[in-house]
Nanobody
Framework: VQLQASGGGLVQAGGSLRLSCAAS????????VAWYRQAPGQQRELVATIRAGGRIRYADSVKGRFTISRDDAKNTVYLQMNSLNVEDAAVYYC?????????????WGQGTLVTVSS
């Protein structure tokens, strides 16, 4: 099983980006998926989570601006980021609980860089 994050890039403040987190391999089910971010010199921060049943939670700093969603048919979770500001600049990582061929395991994507210019 592999998890790949993509969609990062350079955007002006006030702009938008959509990140994708795609799982591939021998997958039976995907549980909770989370997006984290880590800015230089900062600790990794939880941004948003979505459970298998659809329950969603956001960090206070992104509420009303970011939207997490999942497409289980594509084994993909998205993070729509609107009204970006310079404080949102970071490497974004996705994390997922995945049931493979035998057991549930925790996987991380490789990270995708979001840069916001003022």
């Amino acid at each position: 099983v592999q998890l790949q994050a993509s969609g990062g890039g350079l955007v002006q403040a006030g702009g938008s980006l959509r990140l994708s987190c795609a799982a591939s391999g021998s997958i039976s089910s995907i549980g909770t998926v989370a997006w984290y971010r880590q800015a230089p010199g900062q600790q990794r921060e939880l941004v948003a989570t979505i459970r298998a049943g659809g329950r969603i939670r956001y960090a206070d700093s992104v509420k009303g601006r970011f939207t997490i969603s999942r497409d289980d048919a594509k084994n993909t979770v998205y993070l729509q980021m609107n009204s970006l500001n310079v404080e949102d600049a970071a490497v974004y990582y996705c994390n997922a609980e995945i049931l493979g061929s035998r057991d549930w395991r925790d996987y991380w994507g490789q990270g995708t860089l979001v840069t916001v210019s003022s």
